[in-house]
């Protein structure tokens, strides 16, 4: 299998758009999670196996992080430049407390499918 892996290896930007569209980087394959929280172990359809070692994860949860400071950054400064300067505080916290607690759930699939391309196109590539 793994001849065929190396012949037929997607792109390293495959791998990572893949990633992003939360399937597998190796076949493309959907339906990696069981919910929306909680990744198989392998690709269903090549078995390619996502956590390889204790910490494989360490990548996801930095990526998910980014992803959430990312948006908070974003909307912070339009809703600044947007209201300045009377800036109103309440509405302010009220829009932004919440992408601070639900950024990391939204984001939580396409971390862990992100960071597995990543760690197939860009860190261990074999
Ligand atoms: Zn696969």
């Excluded at 001849?3 to 990696?32: K, V």
């Excluded at 392998?42 to 360490?58: A, I, Q, S």
Aim: charged letters at 15%; glycine letters at 8%.
């Amino acid at each position: 299998m793994n001849d065929r892996r190396a012949s037929s290896a997607p792109s390293r930007g495959r791998q990572l758009a893949r990633g992003l569209g939360m399937r597998c980087p190796r076949c493309g394959s959907g339906n990696l999670f069981h919910h929306w929280l909680h990744m198989v172990p392998n690709c269903p359809h090549c078995g390619l196996v996502f956590e390889r070692k204790d910490g494989d994860w360490t990548g996801a949860l930095v990526i998910n992080f980014a992803l959430t400071v990312a948006v908070f950054v974003v909307v912070l400064i339009a809703l600044v430049a947007a209201t300045a300067p009377q800036i109103p505080v309440a509405p302010l916290l009220a829009v932004l407390v919440p992408i601070t607690a639900l950024g990391p759930v939204v984001g939580y699939p396409v971390s862990k499918t992100l960071w597995v391309a990543i760690e197939r196109a860009v860190l261990d590539p074999l």
